[in-house]
């Protein structure tokens, strides 16, 4: 991978990443140091890592992958690593001014999800208002949805009469897809599922 592309910046700090497990890991470290400023980003990581697991009692051993990431120096170097879920819990840990704006997110999206739980429809809702704010059309987000309820009714149907294996699915996807688009399914159906 480009390295260019395996950088985020935040604030003018650099922030390393690497695709790894079908998702990207960050450097704890870079990110200490883009919401701490602190001029140990690498101790205060140690001290944060102990205070997170024996006061909060949060497991970071299995959260943390050790991956190689380049360095300034243009060598590469194990680094602690950690995906998305993960940091944000190492983000609600760390007391820092500029980590509040990251906190104040996760709890509306926390708020946000149990209002979904309750009332389903808002989901719904949010996704519209997503698609909307991509520049989809309203039609088109109404055709989305339908679709996506479609597939899913379909796929719960299949799977109640014991369709497990994802071959499985591809071959009934094909069958089903076979005479409106014919000329595409002898190759490309297959990767639907």
């Known amino acids: 991978m ?27 470290v870079d990110i200490i140091a883009a919401l701490t400023e602190n001029s140990r980003p690498r101790k205060y990581w140690s001290d944060l890592k102990n205070k ?16 190689k990431l380049k ?13 998305t879920k993960s940091l944000f819990r190492i983000i609600q840990s760390i007391p820092s001014k500029k980590a ?11 708020y ?21 704010l991509k520049g989809y059309s309203k039609d088109w987000i109404d055709k989305r949805l339908r679709g996506i309820a479609i597939r899913q009714d379909l796929t719960q149907e299949w799977k109640n009469r014991e369709i497990k ?15 409106p688009f014919d000329f595409l399914c002898a190759k490309n159906c297959v990767a639907i599922f």
């Open 2 to 28: 480009d390295s260019d592309n395996a950088l985020v910046v935040f604030e003018d700090k650099k922030i390393r990443r690497i695709w790894h497990e079908d998702q990207w890991w960050f450097s704890v």
């Open 52 to 67: 997170i697991e024996l006061d909060e009692g949060f497991e970071l051993s299995e959260k943390i992958r050790q991956l």
């Open 71 to 83: 360095s300034s120096d243009g060598k590469y170097y194990t680094t602690d690593c950690a995906n």
């Open 100 to 110: 509040e704006p990251f906190k104040r997110w996760l709890a509306q999206i926390g």
């Open 112 to 132: 946000e999800r149990i209002q979904e739980i309750e009332n389903p429809e808002l989901g719904q809702d949010r996704i519209k208002e997503y698609y909307e």
């Open 165 to 179: 294996k994802q071959k499985e699915f591809a071959i009934l996807t094909n069958e089903t897809l076979k005479n």
